[in-house]
């Protein structure tokens, strides 16, 4: 059984952005305005936003869920 994740503080669609191109810019303005804890859905078409977001949350010490 999966369990189950969180609802989110909020939503980013950044379409085909990926975190070279914009995405993490996008992550960081909203995380300015969040408590501590929050959780951020991020929505995006682009292929290697699955192999380095988890990269990029790991060196910034945030928790990435999937």
């Known amino acids: 059984m999966t369990p189950e994740l969180p609802e989110p503080t909020t939503v980013i669609d950044a379409g085909p952005l990926g975190v070279a ?5 996008l992550i960081r303005e909203a995380a300015d305005h969040l408590p501590a804890g929050s959780v951020v859905a991020v929505r995006t078409t682009h292929p290697t936003v699955e192999h380095d977001l988890p990269a990029w949350c ?4 945030h928790t990435y869920l999937g």
Do not use: F
Request: glycine share 12%.
């Open 21 to 25: 191109d914009g995405l993490l810019m």
């Open 58 to 61: 790991r060196i910034m010490s």
